[in-house]
């Protein structure tokens, strides 16, 4: 592991570096009365972060902000962004992901293209898997997704969604469980489905919200009528709540489930950890076709720009969720540091140290976790 106080050191002189382009208000927030003075803005910033799955991460993201609201007081901003990024680990991410508000939030619409050559590791497929991984393999993978939403109430989206991902695995190692072709997706494919989405939105901003709810209910079907190489279905539920605190502090909770049926490639099974969801496990340590998990976090406002957090959760995978056991549930807890990016308050970087059941991680990177 490289030396975090030095990694940590450089991590904020680029922050400290990245001055904003204009002084529009930023992220999802509803927007102020509109004025003349409202334009677009664009801003770029250098990437450096460290996960355990990656170790030391960089390259560069941006982000353009617009609006459509022609004069409207209730259309929240547009943008387009993008994301390059190399890691210390040899994997190579490439992403770009507009996300597009209609005047007064009638219509939405965004998406994605992506490729991403990712070597990691394997360490099997349930809820008792070692503590070291078994294997190591690489999947190549060009994906692309579009969903279009449109608003029903204030609150409500209801829209369809499009999905598309081709992998090939690379490399793996001789005589194991993947090189063996046991498994659905040992030897890469194409998965192509359309869905359904449901989501109420009361936050008061989607970058940095400090009240209100989001649930993102989403059904997705994957089928060789849609050219796909494997047949299952796919459903999520992802509920978050925000409470203001004593003064600029939030209580922030997060309920997710993700269940599969079918024949499910291994490298598209739910994947418990990583530095979103049950912080401090490996990201795909833990990997089957349910996943269960809640977490919640206080996040408070030390001085100006610095901030801090304490968090914990509680999740599981299994092979289906009325196979789901509480003696298989997994905890995680840890605490960190926020520095505040954008002066409008519309993205942080963060800092993390996280604990698992015989597990830990230190995660440097930006954007809340939820």
Same mark, same amino acid.
């Given at each position: 592991?490289?030396?975090?106080?030095?990694?940590?050191?450089?991590?904020?002189?680029?922050?400290?570096?990245?001055?904003?382009?204009?002084?529009?208000?930023?992220?999802?927030?509803?927007?102020?009365?509109?004025?003349?003075?409202?334009?677009?803005?664009?801003?770029?910033?250098?990437?450096?972060?460290?996960?355990?799955?990656?170790?030391?991460?960089?390259?560069?993201?941006?982000?353009?902000?617009?609006?459509?609201?022609?004069?409207?007081?209730?259309?929240?901003?547009?943008?387009?962004?993008?994301?390059?990024?190399?890691?210390?680990?040899?994997?190579?991410?490439?992403?770009?992901?507009?996300?597009?508000?209609?005047?007064?939030?009638?219509?939405?619409?965004?998406?994605?293209?992506?490729?991403?050559?990712?070597?990691?590791?394997?360490?099997?497929?349930?809820?008792?898997?070692?503590?070291?991984?078994?294997?190591?393999?690489?999947?190549?993978?060009?994906?692309?997704?579009?969903?279009?939403?449109?608003?029903?109430?204030?609150?409500?989206?209801?829209?369809?969604?499009?999905?598309?991902?081709?992998?090939?695995?690379?490399?793996?190692?001789?005589?194991?469980?993947?090189?063996?072709?046991?498994?659905?997706?040992?030897?890469?494919?194409?998965?192509?489905?359309?869905?359904?989405?449901?989501?109420?939105?009361?936050?008061?901003? =989607?970058?940095?919200?400090?009240?209100?709810?989001?649930?993102?209910?989403?059904?997705?079907?994957?089928?060789?009528?849609?050219?796909?190489?494997?047949?299952?279905?796919?459903?999520?539920?992802?509920?978050?709540?925000?409470?203001?605190?004593?003064?600029?502090?939030?209580?922030?909770?997060?309920?997710?489930?993700?269940?599969?049926?079918?024949?499910?490639?291994?490298?598209?099974?739910?994947?418990?950890?990583?530095?979103?969801?049950?912080?401090?496990?490996?990201?795909?340590?833990?990997?089957?076709?349910?996943?269960?998990?809640?977490?919640?976090?206080?996040?408070?406002?030390?001085?100006?720009?610095?901030?801090?957090?304490?968090?914990?959760?509680?999740?599981?995978?299994?092979?289906?969720?009325?196979?789901?056991?509480?003696?298989?549930?997994?905890?995680?807890?840890?605490?960190?540091?926020?520095?505040?990016?954008?002066?409008?308050?519309?993205?942080?970087?963060?800092?993390?140290?996280?604990?698992?059941?015989?597990?830990?991680? =230190?995660?440097?990177?930006?954007?809340?976790?939820?």
């Amino acid at each position: 592991m490289p030396d975090v106080r030095r990694l940590l050191g450089a991590l904020l002189l680029i922050c400290a570096a990245a001055l904003p382009a204009s002084s529009q208000e930023a992220g999802g927030q509803a927007p102020p009365a509109a004025s003349s003075s409202d334009k677009p803005y664009f801003i770029v910033l250098p990437v450096v972060y460290y996960t355990p799955e990656t170790r030391v991460a960089f390259g560069a993201a941006g982000e353009y902000n617009f609006s459509f609201d022609g004069g409207a007081r209730d259309t929240r901003p547009s943008s387009l962004g993008f994301i390059f990024i190399y890691t210390q680990n040899r994997q190579t991410q490439l992403e770009m992901k507009p996300e597009i508000y209609l005047p007064r939030d009638g219509y939405s619409i965004d998406g994605g293209l992506k490729y991403e050559l990712m070597p990691q590791n394997f360490y099997g497929i349930g809820p008792a898997v070692p503590a070291d991984p078994v294997e190591k393999f690489t999947p190549r993978s060009f994906g692309a997704s579009a969903s279009l939403r449109k608003r029903l109430t204030k609150r409500l989206f209801v829209g369809v969604q499009y999905d598309f991902d081709h992998t090939g695995i690379v490399t793996v190692e001789p005589g194991g469980q993947i090189d063996s072709g046991a498994m659905p997706g040992s030897q890469g494919g194409t998965v192509s489905g359309i869905g359904a989405i449901l989501k109420v939105d009361s936050r008061d901003n =989607v970058q940095f919200p400090r009240r209100g709810r989001h649930l993102a209910f989403t059904f997705d079907g994957y089928a060789a009528a849609f050219g796909s190489d494997y047949g299952y279905t796919r459903t999520r539920a992802d509920y978050r709540s925000y409470w203001p605190a004593r003064g600029r502090d939030v209580v922030a909770v997060q309920a997710f489930v993700e269940a599969m049926t079918g024949d499910v490639p291994f490298y598209r099974l739910a994947r418990l950890g990583g530095q979103s969801m049950m912080r401090g496990y490996y990201r795909g340590q833990y990997r089957d076709k349910a996943l269960v998990a809640i977490q919640g976090e206080y996040r408070a406002q030390i001085w100006k720009r610095i901030g801090a957090a304490v968090f914990a959760g509680l999740g599981e995978v299994c092979g289906g969720l009325s196979t789901c056991r509480a003696t298989n549930v997994l905890p995680s807890a840890g605490a960190g540091i926020r520095f505040r990016l954008d002066s409008r308050g519309g993205m942080n970087f963060r800092t993390d140290f996280a604990w698992g059941r015989s597990t830990h991680g =230190v995660y440097f990177t930006v954007q809340e976790a939820f």
